[in-house]
Structures are given as structure tokens and as C-alpha cells.
């Protein structure tokens, strides 16, 4: 029988899959980081795909068949957008970096309920915040990472940035450009 979900969701990233199809990964209160496949989404005609863009905030369902991994979205509806300062290239840049930083501290499978409010909290400020400032997305970035078990030597901390850091602990590179360094 399948199994059904709705939740609220944060989209984190989206890859083209196919001719219309998208493979969506949403980070979900309950179920931490999942993986989804929003068919026909990327048809001119679809309702859902603007709704679907990362950073945005939504409320979603799926249905997957036993306990695959393969999940199927169904519904979504659109909440908020994360990301509302237009004419600043260098906000859109850290939140892009933000994004991808909060995708690989992201556990699969586990509920993250208190990482996944605070990942939001980020990204809100990154995106919208007027008083704008990268030592306090450093400083919430490695909160983040604490959060997740994700510890770095204070030495190393004060000199780095939140990307450095997180790559030495993580032992891989996030993709970001250079200039991404939040």
C-alpha cells in the first residue's frame, strides 16, 4: 500500500531529470533531507513550478510504494520565498552558498525539527534581513553546524570562514565559486 506525507518543506535544491520530470530535495521537519520526483513540473503549462525553486518555503505531499526511498511529489503549495532583497548580486550569491552549506549538514531520514527551524532563520536573514551582516551568517552557520554534530577546532574557527570550516570537517568541497565565502 502507499505511504502518504504532507509537510511543510524548504526546497534546497532542484535537478533536471528528463523531458518535463525534476528531482526536488526538500528539507522537511520530520524527515530531515529527502529526495523527490516532481513530474511534468517543467512544462510550460505547470502550476507547481514556480512554487518549486530552492529557497522557498513550502507545503508539500508525496506518495511512495513500501519503504523504497523513491518518493513521488503530489500536491504543493507555495508559502514564502526565502529570499525577497532584488539588486544586490552579493546577497544572492551567500544565499546560494547559505543553501548549499544547510543541503550537506542535512541528515537523510532523521527528524530535524530544531535544524531545520534554525536553517530557516538563516536563510531568512540572508534573504531579507536590512541590517545585513556576514559575521553573524558566519557565526549562525556554525551554530548550524554544532547543531549537527559538526565540530571545528576554535583555532581554526577564528580564521576561516563558515565554507572552510564546514569543508575541513566535512572532508569535501562545497561547489560554490570562491568568491561565495560566507
Not at 508539500?60 to 532583497?85: A, M, R, V
Not at 532584488?86 to 549538514?105: K, M, N, P
Not at 569543508?167 to 568568491?179: D, H, N, P, T
Request: proline share 2%; glycine share 4%; aromatic share 8%.
Amino acid at each position: 500500500m502507499p505511504l502518504r506525507s504532507t509537510t511543510p518543506a524548504l526546497v534546497l535544491r532542484t535537478r533536471n531529470y528528463g523531458e518535463k520530470d525534476r528531482w526536488i530535495t526538500l528539507l522537511t521537519p520530520e524527515d530531515g533531507r529527502i529526495d523527490v520526483l516532481a513530474k511534468g513540473v517543467r512544462s510550460l503549462t505547470s502550476k507547481r513550478r514556480s512554487a518549486l525553486q530552492a529557497g522557498n518555503l513550502i507545503r508539500c505531499s508525496w506518495t511512495s510504494k513500501g519503504q523504497s526511498d523513491f518518493h513521488i511529489l503530489t500536491e504543493t503549495t507555495y508559502e514564502e520565498s526565502l529570499f525577497q532583497i532584488t539588486g544586490s548580486l552579493d546577497r544572492v550569491r551567500d544565499f546560494t552558498a547559505v543553501l548549499e552549506i544547510v543541503h550537506y549538514l542535512a541528515l537523510e531520514a532523521f527528524e530535524q525539527e530544531e535544524y531545520s527551524a534554525s536553517a530557516i532563520q538563516v536563510l531568512r536573514y540572508v534573504g531579507q534581513a536590512t541590517d545585513y551582516n556576514r559575521a553573524v551568517v558566519r557565526k549562525l552557520l556554525l551554530q548550524l553546524a554544532e547543531m549537527q554534530g559538526v565540530v571545528a577546532e576554535h583555532q581554526q574557527r577564528d580564521q576561516m570562514s563558515a565554507s572552510d570550516v564546514l569543508e575541513s570537517v566535512l572532508g569535501r568541497k562545497i561547489r560554490s565559486f570562491a568568491y561565495l565565502r560566507v
